[in-house]
């Protein structure tokens, strides 16, 4: 395991002196996404300008990159396509989702669920109208709240504050049983530890291209529709590129086939690239191995900050198998603790009101990096650094 790790770790341009454990909202860049993005501007946009599309397979990267988060997700080809950011791509999964429970009302989800999905779940309510309502719990009631009232699922399978990881498998499968489409949000799990879509019978997902993929900044994301529903569903919004024949310029709509009808506007060639690239690094990688170096990252990141800072108050699960690859721990003042830990060089984040996040990538965070975090907020805690006025002042990202 440590060679597959050393190998996958210099495949990434990481900075000399950073402890990087903020994978989980910004992945590190890939070497060789770099270089492809030099390339397609050097040589597909600058020389063959518009013939790229086609010379240089722009308009293939949907589906070449779909297809590679596929195998991260469980989920077969042909049964994600990339492009949009997540909000667009849970808009559509949660539109054709209503489509198929026409009498039934309520969108379930939990109160650690990531606020964008439910702010479009609201503004899917408000435009369908027709009584739909979301109904949001706690994350342990979600299982005794399915029932035969509720049109749709909509859970992010990692909470985005605590790393609570929800049993995918289980909660589908009672779902199921009460006729509930299931729609999963896998920002904070793919490319972080195995996903069994096909496997656990999901109906519809979603994730980022930009966290545990690494794809970059405003990296492209995706959508999953379980194949045998491909063809029942009837894009709401139904962009060019999801038609049957972009190019014939039809006056009206007609989904193309399978997966592409999910397609909306052109693609971002450039993000699309960069993510495609990014992809190529877990080539050769077992996600038990990941799952299981996750883990023991995790692990051993709790043990040594409970022992050298007992201020800090763990609010992840603490048994590794009941959450993702990040850890959290409470402090009323974490916001400038963890900008006293960042001017040190160990970046992780903050999420209001009181919550240090820390993400652990095995692709490229070592036990090395874990030993240097801990003794970094062993001296920031001990010696009470983050009173220092200039950690207390908020930027607009935290």
């Not at 199921?176 to 799990?189: E, F, I, K, M, Q």
């Not at 900008?339 to 919550?355: E, H, K, S």
Request: proline share 6%; charged share 20%; glycine share 10%.
């Amino acid at each position: 395991m440590t060679d597959l790790f050393d190998r996958t770790r210099a495949l990434f341009d990481l900075a000399e002196g950073v402890v990087y454990l903020d994978g989980n909202s910004l992945g590190a860049l890939p070497r060789a996404a770099r270089e492809r993005v030099r390339r397609e501007i050097d040589e597909s946009w600058g020389r063959d300008l518009i013939r790229a599309w086609n010379t240089a397979g722009w308009i293939d990267l949907p589906t070449v990159v779909g297809d590679k988060i596929a195998a991260l997700i469980g989920a077969p080809p042909g049964s994600v396509t990339a492009g949009d950011s997540t909000s667009i791509n849970l808009f559509k999964a949660l539109t054709a989702a209503l489509a198929l429970r026409p009498e039934r009302r309520i969108i379930l989800s939990d109160s650690g669920n990531f606020p964008t999905d439910l702010y479009v779940a609201e503004g899917v309510c408000r435009l369908l109208g027709r009584g739909l309502a979301l109904k949001v719990v706690e994350p342990d009631a979600v299982a005794a709240a399915l029932g035969d009232d509720v049109a749709v699922l909509m859970l992010t399978e990692v909470d985005y504050r605590t790393g609570r990881l929800h049993d995918m498998r289980a909660l589908t499968a009672r779902a199921r049983a009460l006729g509930v489409v299931t729609v999963w949000d896998l920002a904070h799990s793919a490319g972080a530890l195995p996903v069994d879509l096909a496997g656990c019978d999901v109906d519809f997902a979603v994730g980022c291209g930009y966290k545990y993929l690494n794809g970059g900044p405003g990296a492209p994301a995706f959508i999953y529709v379980k194949p045998d529903l491909q063809e029942r569903v009837q894009p709401a919004l139904s962009g060019w590129m999801g038609h049957a024949a972009p190019f014939a310029f039809e006056p009206h709509y007609r989904p193309a086939p399978g997966i592409v009808r999910a397609r909306a506007g052109t693609p971002p060639v450039l993000s699309m690239a960069a993510l495609d690239a990014a992809l190529d690094v877990f080539e050769g990688v077992d996600m038990a191995a990941l799952r299981r170096r996750s883990m023991e990252l995790g692990d051993a990141f709790i043990a040594g900050v409970e022992a050298a800072s007992p201020d800090l108050m763990l609010v992840s699960p603490r048994s590794a198998s009941d959450r993702g690859s990040q850890v959290s721990f409470r402090f009323a003042n974490g916001y400038a603790a963890m900008q006293a830990l960042i001017a040190r060089g160990v970046i992780g984040d903050f999420r209001a009101p009181d919550v240090m996040r820390f993400g652990f990538a095995p692709l490229y965070v070592s036990p090395a990096d874990v030993g240097r975090a801990v003794s970094t907020i062993r001296d920031v805690m001990g010696g009470r650094l983050w009173e220092r006025p200039e950690y207390s002042q908020r930027r607009t990202v935290t």
